[in-house]
Antibody, heavy 115, light 110 residues
């Protein structure tokens, strides 16, 4: 079945960077965009951006421009999201998801930013 | 910052019908299809309705979606205790060139 499996929880200090991976299985990786969404505790869903795994093209929400980088390794069907200059406001669960309908979603990766 | 507006909460007794609205603008709902997601506590969101009113095969037909102009709606008929969750709408926004999500609605089964 179609599945996205994300890397494990991370704890980072303010100013550091974090890189979350998202491994796809059950479909052709290059056929669907990968989207990244985050959710702070008790808050709603916040769209971060998208990546086309075939071309490598990306589009980022203005809020994250200059701070987020989405990449992929098509040989292993894995997408990556790297967020730099972390602050406590970046503490959240980060999700990857597939395609225009944003389905399915990965299980989520908790990123905690704390000194 | 959410661009689509939903009521913060909705509730009903088992068996009742509950409807959740999602209000947007011409650049998102007015121009593109709407999707709905269900998020159970402590889990990732799951697709409930896509392309305004289409249900994945695994989703019960108690769930239905509709769209008119710059608004959309999710209806849950025959409300069940397992429907207690957060619900989000989403659409592509042509101006922002990205997806936008609703503010989310918490459904409580009384």
């Amino acid at each position: 079945q179609v599945q996205l499996v994300q890397s494990g929880a991370e704890v980072k200090k303010p100013g550091a960077s974090v890189k979350v991976s998202c491994k796809a299985s059950g479909y052709t990786f290059t056929s669907y965009d990968i989207k990244w969404v985050r959710q702070a505790t008790g808050q709603g869903l916040e769209w971060m951006g998208w990546m086309n795994p075939r071309s490598g093209d990306t589009g980022y929400a203005q809020k994250f421009q200059g701070r987020v980088t989405m990449t992929r390794d098509s040989s292993i069907g894995t997408a990556y999201m790297e967020l730099s200059s972390l602050t406590s406001e970046d503490t959240a669960v980060y999700y990857c998801a597939r395609g225009n309908a944003i389905d399915p979603w990965g299980q989520g990766t908790l990123v905690t930013v704390s000194s | 910052q959410s661009v689509l507006t939903q009521p913060p909460s909705a509730s009903g007794t088992p068996g009742q019908r509950v409807a959740i609205s999602c209000s947007g603008s011409g650049s998102n709902i007015g121009s593109n299809t709407v999707h709905w997601y269900q998020q159970l506590p402590g889990t990732a969101p799951k697709l409930l309705i896509y392309s305004n009113n289409q249900r994945p095969s695994r989703v019960p037909d108690r769930f239905s979606g509709s769209k008119s102009g710059t608004s959309a709606s999710l209806a849950i008929s025959g409300l069940q205790s397992e429907d207690e969750a957060d619900y989000y709408c989403a659409a592509w926004d042509d101006s922002l060139k990205g997806n936008v999500f609703g503010t989310g609605t918490k459904v409580t089964v009384l």
